[in-house]
């Protein structure tokens, strides 16, 4: 059987955790209905990424531990975890966040789609979660540059993608 797959598998399904947990981190950081609402369905959208994941990965034998998203290491994890001593946060501090964590769960997906030893039915699966995920990485950046006067006349600089 080929190893990079579920290797491969794994790292997304830790991705996809991070991003569920992070995105629901954001939901109650928030005051805007609006952006609670945005970002709960991105917690649900990646609940769902994450089963397909592990399905995938069941089906070629492997069992992926239901709490693996929380013990990843913390120098892995891509986004705004409690506790980090920011507080209270604005609006535009948590899409910045959240934009990171998707250049992150982008990179993620285009990393393993670049794997040439990928099985072509995992292959599929996950070109359309990069689908998924390039789409709310767009929504996301379009509210934050909205919320940021700055950004729309072009007087800040992209952010940095993180790399897992």
Known sequence: MNETTPS??????????????????????VKSSELQSLFVGYSLQRSRLCRELETAASALGNSVPAECGSVGSKADRTWMMPGDGVGARDEQAVLSEC???????LAAHATALAEAELLP???????????????????????????????????TQPLEPVVP
């Open 8 to 29: 491969i598998l794994e790292k997304l399904i830790l991705v996809c955790k991070d991003g569920e947990e992070g995105f629901q981190l954001a939901a109650s950081e």
């Open 99 to 105: 934009e990171r964590g998707e250049d992150a769960a």
């Open 121 to 155: 039915a995992v292959r599929t699966m996950l070109a359309a979660q990069a689908a998924e995920v390039k789409a709310a990485h767009g929504e996301i950046h379009t509210r934050r540059t909205r919320f940021d006067p700055a950004a729309e006349a072009g007087d």
